[in-house]
């Protein structure tokens, strides 16, 4: 399409204005069809608009926020849904507004910036916004644009495809200072509000007759922009053929169903409707900003640091499915204790190491003795529940440990032939246990959100003292079923609120086109399926070569799709000295809040600390007095030891601990080998007790240990913390009514 | 395109002059320099679809709702799936044996009164490139009102002819078929999801347009 219309009209103009210095010249056919225009560029200034009222309210422009589109709900609902008593949903999209912020790009906003849905054009409290200073500048306008490019159709084959482009000025690679009149395309604010009411489809429309349940809700996102998106209209390329293998037509494939080979037929997936037909393709940015440093400050206050007795109870937490008792550790004694202001702790070494006693020890391994010493005839654990099928604990006897032990009482009496030698001896030596203790520091801390510059607020309170009305403004009714409601948040402002959300959505290419089609009389949006044609999936997948940098997947193709986010979207442009974020990402990627971003591989991730920020119930507000803790158990093995008397045992010796031993490692395979072996050797399971302990207790450095845990602090008790989507493709989407 | 544009050029060319009683006499350049541009022109439009005077529905006009209706037909969007056909010059050949499938706006209706746009001319300036534009200005107390502006139901109808041969009746004039009985559906046209606006659209600032030639960084 060529414009030579607009450029002749613009010299005329320019020719009035006194601008031109050159008197006009009559143009022939011929030179004016050689004339091209290469595109419309559209520069809006001070430009905001808004929905207002279909009324002659303030001064002509009409009531602030009434004006609506309503959706109405044409055609029956299916069977099922009426038979769960679902009705029809009847909703009024009120005061749809979009202008600029009534601060100034990178400025902290408030309550009276997201706390308006709707309202005037100023920047009083409540106003809605003022006009987009500038909406790209005349080196990055909207663009209104035909281009011809080649693209591979569905079958890979390249063909030439022209399209109508729709270009909102570009994204900045370096965002504009803070007042200028370019910063402003990065300071939008979008508003609206609705209600929608359920509908009895038995009751005809007159009124409020036939509604109930009215939902109420208003949104407001304060602060974005919508540089870099793009909307393209085209003609789909062909390619879908049931001749063209992988791409049309079906194909024969042998399932085994229930132990059968069946053949069954399936198809490639891609329509002919594909074919030729109005397509589309949208790059979607709606950004706030880049948000990689920004998080919240968390600030601890003096930090308590302990060492806390850790008592164990065996026999809790059975599991009626598995029959299996997990245990359960209870904090028992505080056995030395430190408080600091702030930074490491300052605990003695002695003290900490004073508390590595046998106090709380649990013995992991007991001799066994005879039958006559079998378990204890009152339950332990009466109290738990759900009620222990097995209540009472079996201690050993014969029957129960079958094995070569010669005597008949198992360690009971020591005698001849049990006293050494291959018989397990030793068993009947030792007694093994373990303590363990709970290192810990907790402290309390304020949490305080980075300051406000971008808030998308969903809320459906009402301004509490104003008046509220329970019908619709567009249907009226007076007595206050049509007030319009005010929105400004309460003293604790409520609502959903969403705090520098960056969306980058890619919608279709020209060679995977959006498009409309229909099934008998049902109407459907669909995104192309991903042709299986390496030309074509090649310009769309990613090689993530962090992954797998030999690139052992398809080593003779070249990946060329990447993701679009607020950092980059696909190859940088520079035009006219300025540098630009480029559009021809293939993935999209959507965040809320604090992020992580790695430059080298394009990847974003959510921030996961707890000064992770985002999603928030309720303004996010810094809190203080949050209760924060930080803990590391450690374990020691103790072991003591009684000597054969000739027809008894010695009493036990002290208990002693045992020191961790070395990994153990070069083992003739490698799945021999035992970072952390453990340190108990007598292994019995008779009381639920841990099988093989490992001391973990760092003994030489008690103290140090202790001293430098330092609690991370909690985040406010409303903060949901951050969100990332990254990377997203969309391999196929269908959207479809049913049942016309 | 090209050629309807620059006819359309032609002919306002054409009224410009006949017009005058006077014949025209050219400016030269020093003269045209001189020449000082006034203030712009402030344009009204006021468009009426289907409505009476009070923006309701009109039923007389549409006393057969099959004439209240938009249509949208794309190609290759036929009842058995069928194809056009294209040879070597991109001519299109439809087929055949294809009923054209249409996306009917049922119960179109709507009025917009754009009361006041002003149309002036300014320069927008990249580089060291002065241009002119066109420049169209808004008051947030002037809106463009918009009343009753929507349809009843949205409906995909089938012509009854392949090839929109003899005989046929395109969807868009499918008979009308109410759902009748009792209830919200009972006066509605057969489909799904109307919609209906009533808002007085206010705007602020200016929309400059101007042409984005080679010699613009992005063009």
């Not at chain 1, 003994?699 to 609690?711: D, H, K, R």
Request: a neutral charge; aromatic letters at 10%; hydrophobic letters at 35%.
């Amino acid at each position: 399409m060529k414009l030579p219309l607009l450029r002749i009209l613009c010299l005329a103009i320019a020719a009035i204005n006194t601008q031109s210095a050159f008197a006009l010249v009559a143009l022939e056919d011929e030179v004016l069809s050689e004339t091209t225009g290469e595109g419309v560029a559209i520069l809006p200034e001070s430009f905001a608009v808004s929905m207002n009222g279909a009324d002659a309210a303030n001064g002509g422009a009409g009531t602030y926020g009434t004006g609506y589109m309503r959706f109405i709900p044409v055609g029956p609902l299916t069977a099922t849904a009426i038979a769960k008593g679902y009705q029809k949903a009847d909703g009024w999209l009120y005061g749809v507004s979009l202008a600029q912020s009534k601060r100034d790009y990178d400025v902290t906003i408030d309550g009276t910036d997201w706390g308006v849905p709707f309202g005037a054009f100023g920047t009083g409290a409540t106003d809605f916004g003022r006009g987009v200073t500038s909406w790209g500048t005349a080196d990055n306008p909207w663009l209104i644009k035909t281009l011809t490019t080649t693209e591979p159709n569905f079958f890979g084959t390249n063909k030439s495809v022209t399209y109508l482009g729709l270009e909102a000025p570009l994204y900045h690679s370096t965002q504009p200072a803070t007042g200028t009149p370019a910063s402003s395309a990065y300071n939008l604010k979008l508003g609206y509000w609705m209600d929608v009411a359920m509908r009895d489809a038995a009751v005809v429309e007159s009124g409020y007759a036939g509604l109930s349940n009215r939902l109420r809700l208003a949104f407001a996102w304060n602060g974005f922009s919508v540089n870099g998106s793009n909307l393209k209209m085209f003609q789909t390329l062909d390619g879908v053929s049931v001749a063209n293998s992988n791409v049309g037509g079906t194909y024969n494939a042998t399932l085994k169903i229930n132990g059968v080979n069946t053949l069954k037929t399936f198809n490639y997936g891609l329509s002919t409707s594909y074919n030729q037909t109005f397509g589309m393709a949208g790059l979607l940015r709606l950004n706030s900003r880049a948000t990689d440093a920004v998080r919240a400050s968390v600030a601890l206050n003096s930090i308590t640091r302990e060492i806390i007795q850790l008592d164990y109870y065996p026999v809790r937490n059975y599991n009626t499915v598995s029959q299996t008792r997990a245990g359960l550790y209870v904090e028992g004694a505080v056995l030395a204790t430190n408080t600091v202001v702030s930074g490491i702790g300052t605990m003695a070494a002695a003290t900490a190491n004073a508390t590595n006693t046998t106090a709380g020890l649990d013995e992991s391994y007991v001799p066994m003795t005879d039958t006559s010493k079998r378990g204890p005839t009152v339950d332990p654990d009466a109290a738990s529940l759900p009620a222990n099928p097995h209540p009472l604990g079996t201690f050993p006897y014969k029957d129960s440990y079958p094995g070569n032990f010669f005597d008949g009482g198992v360690c009971t009496g020591s005698t001849t032939g049990n006293q050494s030698g291959n018989n397990q001896f030793g068993q009947c030596l030792n007694n093994e246990g373990f303590t363990t203790r709970r290192f810990k520091a907790r402290a309390t801390n304020t949490w305080t959100p980075p300051a406000a510059k971008s808030v998308m607020r969903i809320s459906t309170q009402e301004l509490l003292g104003g008046t509220f009305g329970t019908g619709t403004p567009a249907l009226g009714g007076g007595s206050g079923l049509d007030n319009v409601p005010d929105f400004r948040p309460n003293a604790t402002p409520e609502g959903i609120f969403i705090y520098d959300m960056n969306v980058n959505m890619v919608l279709g290419n020209l060679y995977q086109p959006l498009m409309l089609s229909t099934d008998g009389n049902n109407f459907s949006v669909e995104l192309a399926r991903i042709p299986n044609n390496v030309n074509v999936y090649s310009k769309i997948y990613t090689r993530y070569e962090s992954i797998d940098p030999q690139a052992s997947v398809d080593p003779s193709v070249t990946y060329q799709g990447s993701t679009c986010n607020v950092h980059r979207c696909g190859t940088a442009v520079t035009y006219g000295g300025v540098g630009y974020q480029g559009s021809s990402a293939t993935h999209s990627s959507i965040t809320i809040g604090s992020t992580v971003y790695d430059a080298s591989t394009n990847k974003l991730s959510a921030a996961t600390g707890s000064d992770a920020y985002g999603v928030s119930f309720g303004e996010s507000l810094a809190q203080a007095g949050l209760n924060t803790q930080a803990s590391t158990d450690y374990v020691q093995v103790w072991n003591r030891t009684r000597t054969d008397s000739g027809g008894g045992w010695s009493a036990y010796g002290a208990w002693g601990a045992v020191a961790a031993k070395p990994a153990l490692t070069g083992q003739p395979h490698p799945s021999l080998n035992r970072p952390t072996p453990y340190e108990t050797v007598f292994n019995q399971n008779y009381n639920n007790q841990v099988l093989g302990i490992h001391t973990t207790m760092p003994v030489s450095n008690m103290a140090g240990t202790l001293n430098n845990i330092t609690p991370l602090g909690s985040s406010a008790l409303n903060n949901f913390g951050s969100v990332a989507i990254d990377g997203l493709l969309i391999q196929h989407l269908k959207f479809s009514t049913t049942g016309l | 395109m090209t050629r309807l544009t620059i006819k359309i050029m032609s002919l306002m060319f054409g009224v410009l002059t006949i017009i005058p009683v006077q014949a025209m006499q050219g400016l030269d350049d020093v003269e045209l320099q001189e020449a000082v541009g006034q203030a712009g022109a402030d344009f009204s439009l006021k468009l009426t679809l289907n409505h009476r005077s009070d923006y309701t529905f009109d039923t007389t006009v549409c006393s057969d709702l099959v004439y209240c209706r938009l249509g949208m037909s794309l190609n290759n969007r036929y009842h058995d799936g069928s194809q056009d056909t294209y040879d070597a010059f991109g001519v299109r050949t439809p087929s055949p044996t294809g009923r054209k499938q249409w996306l009917v706006f049922k119960g179109i209706q709507g009025t917009i009164n754009i009361q006041q746009i002003a149309l002036d001319g300014e320069d927008v300036q990249y580089g060291a490139t002065v241009q002119a534009a066109i420049k169209l200005g808004f008051t947030p107390t002037k809106p463009i009102e918009i009343r009753n502006l929507g349809f009843q139901s949205l409906s995909i109808e089938t012509d009854t002819v392949a090839a929109e041969g003899g005989g046929n009746v395109p969807g868009y004039l499918t008979p009308a078929t109410l759902y009748g009985g009792t209830g919200f559906d009972a006066s509605r046209e057969k489909g799904f999801l109307g919609l209906n606006i009533n808002t007085n659209l206010s705007l602020t600032g200016s929309i400059k347009i101007f042409s984005c030639s080679s010699g613009h960084p992005r063009c």
